[in-house]
């Protein structure tokens, strides 16, 4: 077996060879062709760097024969020691399933050391070939990983065996299999895992235990002289104990002396916070609560963050003891449900101390509502690790639909709604539909928003009537952004070719604005490559009739564009803005979007929508004939790694909005400031020759995003800036685990970025010009491989490394943008 780094610089990977004699002996026999058979291994050896010794009670253990039932070229039942040492009794796994074979070609489910798997087998003189396919096996649940995909490992498999008989004798097999596992972010980032097991017939007589008579197998077993028990084929999994790893206990010794000083962007943080999720997997109760009762005031949101991540029974009840709802202040409750919603892969236990602490107590409506939007997540989560059926998830749901039937306000109706974005329930689209057609605006814009959040599979025909309904206005007028919603729906999910045309032509007859938005959407999908409609949208734009001057002729300032920021073979990260401004030339609504695509997925890492409602009145506007005078207002949406946060209102009515205009600090505002943990996973992989492999994943994220406005009525210039700096630390290992060898590949990773989008707004002429630039700094980043090796009394280590610092630049976002960017900052500097 060997295992290697597939990155480079790396050090040389760890390898093992062992040999050893291996007795068959048929003790018993009946007259179906049922055998059962005594397999024992002898004489073992192995290597390197040197012979490797086994202890005498593993050596002694190894000898122990162990027996199977079997019959025509297939084992029925395996028996031996249950008390036995799993590595022990997984070597021995894998030499009996080497003994699974048929003497005619076809498909068929096998159970061995990997699992129940599909095997395939092909014939030819006297040799049969068996191909496993590793992707089908079934086998008891161990380990776990991410729910986000995106955040997860790929792992491709191959196994082939190639038999020898003749004179139906078996004379040799080759099994040789192996295992491609990385980061699905970064297959650079892989371990290549290479088994091969070689069974060569040495002598066909050889003294040993005679046959016994018996009329049935279990006769047989009853009757030796050490009793054996049934045992499954599948390899059992194996969990090292780490020695030299930190102790809660130990670390809080030392606490007291500890100076706590934490930047959120910094890899040094995220490199602590991931220490201690480990430290609180492994730690009881009263230590967790001892450390959370002790921790400075600045530390408790940072040890809060990490308790939820560990998400072991102690550090959850720790935090229910810990948490008083009633008390605690409202940001670090915030803190602990949205470290819950983005939880990469909850638990029913977290979903229930959720649940608890929201239950029946007069909450602040912010923490209430963060409370909601995490309960849908979290919802959502489980379902997707096929836990729907949990009695949590069952009173998750309930609790979001009856607050939704109960909500007598509009807010809260749209907390709800977005709720259920978050669950991304297929069962609850008749209710998002409902509110979608016959809601007000904002309740509208919350269901579709909604709706927005399901793949494409689940955006039925049904969905698609209620979308063109709203859009073409056919039962009642929606407001403007309501609409343009419904036709991003139709033209984001496997569009018609009908549909796409009559948005089209649609657009002629829409005001400029929004024609301009509209049309601007439908050429940059066009433009982009990965969006799944851009066939259809190409073959359309081919006929002159909806591809004219006419049409695409519109004199808006309204754009729609994204571009992609970075690209590997892994990953395209994007980056999109579409910005809405209304017929005088105010911005109605802008959205802000950072996504990744990688293998296939789709991720949505951050989407900031601010939307501004209600100027029409402001700037002497008369609202269009049917539709709704809005109040005066402005807020903001935002989704971080696909989970609804809740809305934000900067102002509401006329009085407000001078009130915080004139209270004005002029400060950023925190927007996000925390840790959390992205990549979780944990897989076993049973290798054929009996040895196991487990791969570990682990990547934190420290983000620290803030937000500023400043307003000049003297300059008639609104200028906007959006901070974000952020660090991710990854920390990818694989172990191998056997009675005479411990080795250990890691790689780990880590990147500091700091990206500033900044916006400038002269509205002291017509049309209003408006200056985008995003920017990002210069990326620190670091990698470690290190292999450790431990056989007997010998160990080792080596490590290699790299690091470097990527130059900062400035995204060109589109041709216009530039244009008017060099005009105002030029004019800026004069």
Same mark, same amino acid.
């Given at each position: ?22 007795q ?7 007259r ?15 290597g390197?760097?040197?012979? %490797? ?9 190894l ?12 084992v ?22 080497l ?51 995106? +955040? ?11 038999y ?8 040799s ?173 909850p ?5 229930c ?8 107590k ?37 609790? %979001? ?35 979608a ?15 927005r959040? +399901? ?50 032509l ?10 301009? +938005? ?7 999908n ?7 409609a ?12 909806i ?5 695409f ?11 992609p ?6 990953l ?8 809405l ?42 609202v ?64 054929q ?48 685990d ?18 500033? +989008? ?10 209003v ?59 800026e500097?004069?």
């Open positions: 077996v060997q295992l290697a780094d597939a990155s480079t610089p790396s050090p040389q990977g760890a390898w093992l060879r062992a040999e050893a004699l291996v068959l002996h048929r003790l018993w026999r009946d179906g062709g049922e055998e059962l058979l005594q397999v024992q291994v002898q004489d073992s050896t192995g390197p760097p040197e012979e %490797i010794v086994l202890s005498q009670e593993a050596q002694a253990e000898q122990q024969p162990v027996f199977i039932s079997w019959s025509s070229g297939k029925k039942a395996f028996y031996g020691d249950e008390a036995e040492s799993i590595l022990i009794s997984n070597l021995k796994r894998g030499i009996i399933s003994l699974q074979l048929q003497p005619h070609a076809g498909t068929a489910m096998e159970e061995d050391v990997s699992g129940s798997c599909q095997v395939t087998y092909a014939t030819s003189n006297h040799s049969i070939t068996k191909t496993k396919d590793l992707l089908s096996c079934t086998k008891p649940k161990s380990g776990f990983t991410s729910v986000n995909k995106i +955040f997860g490992v790929e792992w491709q498999p191959t196994s082939r065996s190639q020898m008989v003749k004179d139906n004798l078996l004379q097999v080759l099994a040789e299999e192996s295992h491609v596992v990385s980061p699905a972010l970064r297959s650079t980032t892989g371990i290549k895992i290479s088994s091969r097991q070689q069974l060569q017939l040495v002598s066909s007589q050889t003294p040993g235990p005679a046959e016994v008579a018996g009329q049935s197998l279990e006769d047989v077993l009853s009757g030796m002289e050490e009793q054996h028990q049934p045992l499954g084929m599948p390899s059992l999994p194996f969990r090292r104990v780490c020695t030299l790893c930190p102790t809660l206990r130990a670390y809080l010794k030392g606490f007291d002396s500890q100076r706590v000083k934490m930047d959120t962007s910094k890899a040094a943080t995220t490199w602590q916070f991931q220490r201690l999720i480990q430290m609180l997997r492994g730690a009881k109760k009263r230590d967790v609560l001892q450390l959370l009762r002790r921790a400075p005031e600045a530390m408790i949101p940072f040890v809060v963050e990490a308790a939820v991540a560990a998400q072991s029974v102690a550090s959850l009840a720790a935090l229910s003891d810990f948490l008083d709802f009633s008390k605690d202040p409202k940001s670090l409750l915030e803190k602990f449900l949205y470290a819950a919603a983005f939880s990469p892969r638990s029913g236990d977290l979903l101390l959720v649940l608890d602490k929201l239950d029946g007069q909450l602040a409506p912010e923490v209430q509502e963060t409370g909601i939007v995490a309960v849908g997540s979290l919802v959502g989560k489980l379902c997707r690790q096929k836990l729907c059926g949990l009695q949590e998830v069952e009173r998750g749901v309930e609790t %979001i639909l009856a607050g939704l039937r109960g909500a007598e306000e509009e807010s809260k109706t749209v907390i709800y709604l977005l709720a259920l974005g978050n669950a991304v329930l297929p069962k609850t689209i008749p209710t998002l539909l409902d509110h057609e016959e809601g007000p605006a904002t309740v509208t814009t919350a269901a579709i928003s909604a709706l959040q +399901f793949p494409t599979q689940h955006i039925s025909d049904k969905v698609k009537r209620a979308m063109r309904r709203i859009f073409h206005e056919t039962r009642k007028i929606y407001e403007k952004t309501c609409r343009l919603a419904a036709a991003e729906i139709l033209l984001d999910n496997e569009p018609l070719p009908m549909d796409v045309i009559n948005i089209l649609a657009a002629s007859e829409l005001e400029t604005e929004m024609a301009m +938005f509209l049309l601007l959407k439908v050429q940059n066009l433009r982009a490559d990965h969006h799944p851009r066939k259809i949208m190409k073959d359309i734009m081919r006929d002159p009739r591809n004219n001057y006419n049409l002729s519109k004199a808006g300032i309204s754009s729609s564009f994204s571009g920021l970075t690209v590997t073979q892994d395209l990260s994007t980056f999109g803005l579409d910005l401004f209304l017929e005088g030339g105010f911005l109605r609504k802008s959205v802000s979007d950072f996504s990744l695509l990688s293998h296939g997925r789709r991720l949505r890492a951050a989407q900031v929508t601010i939307e501004a409602q209600g100027m029409e009145s402001m700037l002497g506007e008369n269009l004939e049917g539709e709704e005078e809005p109040e005066l207002m402005a807020g903001m949406s935002a989704i971080f790694f696909d989970v609804q946060l809740r809305p934000v209102v900067f102002f509401q009515g006329y009085t407000d909005l001078m009130a915080k205009v004139l209270l004005s600090s002029g400060e950023p505002t925190s927007v996000v400031k925390g840790n959390l943990l992205l990549m979780d996973h944990h897989q076993v992989i049973p290798l020759s009996g040895l196991q492999v487990t791969i570990k994943l682990q990547g934190g994220l420290g983000l620290d995003i803030s937000a500023n406005m400043d307003v000049s009525i003297w300059e008639q210039e609104l200028k906007t800036s959006i901070n974000t700096r952020g660090s991710l630390a990854i920390d990818f290992q694989a172990e191998l056997a009675p005479f060898l411990q080795a250990t590949l890691r790689n780990q990773m880590e990147v500091e970025t700091s990206i500033h +989008f900044d916006t400038m707004l002269r509205f002291s002429g017509s049309p010009l408006m200056c985008l630039q995003l920017r990002e700094e210069k990326v620190p980043y670091r990698e470690i491989f290190t292999v450790s090796k431990s056989a007997g009394s010998q160990s080792s280590t080596t490590r290699k490394g790299r690091q470097g610092i990527l130059p900062g630049q400035e995204f060109a976002l589109h041709r216009a943008n530039s244009k008017v960017c060099n005009l105002l900052l030029t004019a500097e004069e």
